[in-house]
């Protein structure tokens, strides 16, 4: 393992390293002949792109799985990303450096801190050149292809990328144990269940995926374990347990542990709230 003070670095496969920031969130350096890619950019608080640069000598370009604040930091440093057009204004909306050091101070899911970070450490936001990602986008590294799926729920610009050759998938937020639906930036519960049909489609090309926070891989059933809890959640069979997330009240598909750990064994959750179960004028 290659560490700093504020990230540490790891092998998952010999041409991808997953990157760890100070609250546990994840991205990804893919390496191919070429090019690498950099699936997720933290929280900007430290310099990721000089730690990915001891880490490849590669040129890297930066793809955001979403807009959210723990997966755009680094962007303000390369300056430009490709992301869907539909999460553009959210990368800006989480662009205050204020709301992305106070996340790095949260150690959200990680162990204790290796520093406490101070505002001086964060990137400072700027103009970013945007290029549109969407569902079918591929990016050739020389070797190594990976290709966008859209999975509209936790974000509407929400894509995953998947490595066939590798049978694996880099699923951000996308789907995983506390899938947040109950945001304003969110998809209705009806609209993330469309979208995770659609990634079921991709279900026989990989094995795994690898997410913006806690251990991996994932199974790829968690996909059918989502499509389960929509169904409930849709039907008002689901447990409904009422709790808070981010400050704000929500609802749980499942009973959960502290950790996220579903109390009947399963992986997939969902925290949603009422107002966001049907598509908007159902």
């Not at 959210?90 to 790095?104: G, Q, T």
């Not at 899938?179 to 979208?195: C, D, H, P, Q, V």
């Not at 499942?254 to 950790?259: A, G, L, N, Q, S």
Request: aromatic fraction near 8%.
């Amino acid at each position: 393992m290659f560490q700093s003070k504020f990230f540490s670095a790891e092998k998952v496969f010999p041409h991808v390293t997953a990157v760890t920031g100070l609250a546990g969130e994840k991205c990804y350096l893919v390496e191919g002949r070429e090019s690498a890619l950099l699936i997720d950019a933290l929280t900007g608080v430290g310099s990721l792109k000089a730690f990915v640069r001891e880490l490849t000598d590669l040129p890297v370009r930066l793809v955001n799985t979403h807009g959210h604040v723990d997966h755009c930091g680094a962007v303000f440093e390369y300056g430009a990303c490709s992301i869907h057009p539909a999460d553009v204004a959210l990368l800006y909306e989480h662009s205050d450096p204020e709301m992305r050091l106070n996340f790095a101070k949260s150690g959200a899911m990680s162990g204790p801190m290796r520093v406490d970070p101070r505002p001086s450490d964060v990137v400072p936001p700027c103009p970013v050149k945007t290029f549109p990602v969407y569902d079918g986008s591929r990016f050739d590294l020389g070797g190594v292809e990976l290709e966008a799926i859209a999975v509209p729920g936790h974000t509407r610009g929400t894509i995953v990328l998947l490595d066939r050759a590798q049978r694996v998938v880099y699923s951000g937020d996308a789907c995983n144990a506390n899938t947040l639906l109950f945001l304003s930036e969110s998809a209705s519960i009806e609209e993330y269940r469309e979208g995770l049909l659609h990634f079921k489609e991709f279900q026989p090309a990989f094995d795994g995926m690898y997410g913006g926070h806690g251990p991996g891989p994932v199974p790829k059933t968690i996909i059918d374990e989502a499509l389960q809890l929509c169904d409930e959640i849709m039907a008002g069979t689901d447990d409904q347990v009422a709790a808070q997330s981010l400050g704000r009240p929500c609802l749980y598909a499942r009973e959960k542990t502290p950790d996220f750990r579903r109390k009947d064994g399963g992986i997939a959750n969902i925290a949603y709230s009422r107002e966001k179960i049907f598509r908007q004028g159902n």
